[in-house]
């Protein structure tokens, strides 16, 4: 079956210091969503790829697709505490969608 | 805006119990998903639904029923509950199979 491979599972940054994560997959994809989940909180959706070599940014945040359709990763520039939380990709193919385990990112002030 | 309601926050229940876990959407979606979350383990799809009285199985059903009687309810049901059980439970609902899902704010089970 399909699987999403994520990593790395965790990631400890100092404030200010740059931070990614980059999920993989076994299948093509259609497309391919990153969810945020905050300590306590539920997945909330962030954005949604679509096409090959996408890139879109939301502020710090950069998501790319990769040129195959089988990668992305999630960019994100000089974190802040409120960017604590595990990040999951959510990979698309034939209608059925895959979560990756998810990196949970911690940010030392 | 979207609203995925889960019946309950926390759970505590006894090992052997029938358990039910409600779900609701507002939305009117078609798909409904119930996953349990554990630590290092991501999100494993239990079962899902693409239809009234419709179901499929995920990556874990075994230990777990559902039932989808009304479009915006989807229940997950633990015949005999164990303690390998204890875990937060999500739902999620979405209106086609390739367009992000909502989440419910998580039912935290516990079996003693």
Redesign the interface.
């Known amino acids: ?1 399909q699987q999403v491979m ?1 990593i790395p ?1 965790y990631q400890h940054v100092q404030e200010g210091e740059d931070f990614t994560t980059y999920c993989n997959s076994s299948t093509t994809l ?2 391919i ?1 990153w ?1 945020k989940q905050r300590p306590g ?5 962030l954005i ?1 790829l679509v096409k090959s070599g996408e890139v879109k940014k939301q502020k710090r945040l950069t998501f790319q697709f990769g040129e195959a359709k089988k990668n992305s990763s999630l960019h994100i520039t000089a974190t802040q505490t409120t960017d604590v939380g595990t990040y ?1 990709c ?1 990979g ?1 193919n034939a ?8 990196t949970t990112l911690t940010v030392k002030p | 805006d979207v609203k995925v309601t889960q019946s309950s926050r926390y759970l505590v229940k006894r090992t052997g119990e029938k358990v039910f876990l409600e779900c609701v959407q507002d939305m009117d979606h078609e798909n409904m998903f119930w ?1 349990r979350q554990d630590p ?4 494993r ?1 239990i079962y899902f639904s693409y239809d009234v009285k419709m179901k499929e199985k995920g ?1 874990i059903p075994e230990g777990y029923s559902v039932s989808r009687e009304k479009k915006e309810r989807f229940s997950l049901i633990l015949e005999s509950a164990s303690t390998n059980q204890t875990s937060m439970y ?1 739902c999620a609902s979405t209106i086609t ?10 039912t935290r089970l516990s079996i003693l």
């Not at chain 2, 290092?40 to 999100?43: A, C, I, M, P």
């Not at chain 2, 199979?97 to 998580?106: I, K, L, S």
Request: net charge negative; hydrophobic share 25%; charged share 10%.
């Open positions: 079956g994520q599972q259609s497309n969503q969810y909180g539920h997945p909330v959706f949604q999951f959510a698309t209608g059925k969608s895959t979560f990756g385990d998810g | 996953y290092g383990l991501g999100l799809l990556d999500l199979r390739a367009q992000p899902q909502h989440f419910g704010d998580g």
